[in-house]
């Protein structure tokens, strides 16, 4: 990860620029981008938010939490909007259904009533008579009807 100072310093080096010329220019003490550089000295918020404009980056560039040079201005200005969005996917189209609700109109008869709570509650008791007590209890219930 690049380190605040790091990222001063390379970017001081991109632009072949003196730190004392950079700390004058920015209105900093004389050796105040030195101790920046060296990490004797951490920059002010004003401070960092001073060098990112003169560098032209974000201040996340600047700290190190981005590899994105990115103004945070420019794309919330609408720069982004220079490239073409990606087409949406269509959504998928499907038949609006009526929830059936029973006679008493509550919304528990209408989930009872459902096929997915049909084919899960028959799903469940098949699984509980294939059990060796359900079994057991089908055996019961055929001796008793003969």
Do not use: C, H
Request: proline share 7%.
């Amino acid at each position: 990860m690049i380190t605040l100072a790091q990222r001063i310093q390379q970017l001081r080096a991109e632009r072949g620029v003196s730190a004392p010329a950079i700390s004058a220019a920015l209105g900093l003490p004389r050796t105040a981008v030195e101790k920046f550089e060296t990490g004797r000295q951490t920059p002010t918020q004003d401070q960092q938010k001073k060098l990112a404009a003169y560098f032209g980056v974000s201040e996340f560039y600047l700290r190190g939490e981005s590899d994105d040079r990115t103004q945070m201005s420019d794309w919330m200005d609408g720069a982004f909007l220079d490239a073409p969005a990606p087409a949406p996917a269509p959504a998928p189209v499907r038949a609006a259904k009526k929830p059936a609700v029973n006679e008493d109109g509550a919304l528990f008869g209408a989930f009872l009533s459902s096929q997915k709570f049909q084919d899960a509650l028959r799903a469940a008791v098949l699984d509980v008579l294939r059990s060796p007590e359900g079994q057991a209890l089908i055996e019961k219930a055929v001796r008793k009807a003969r």
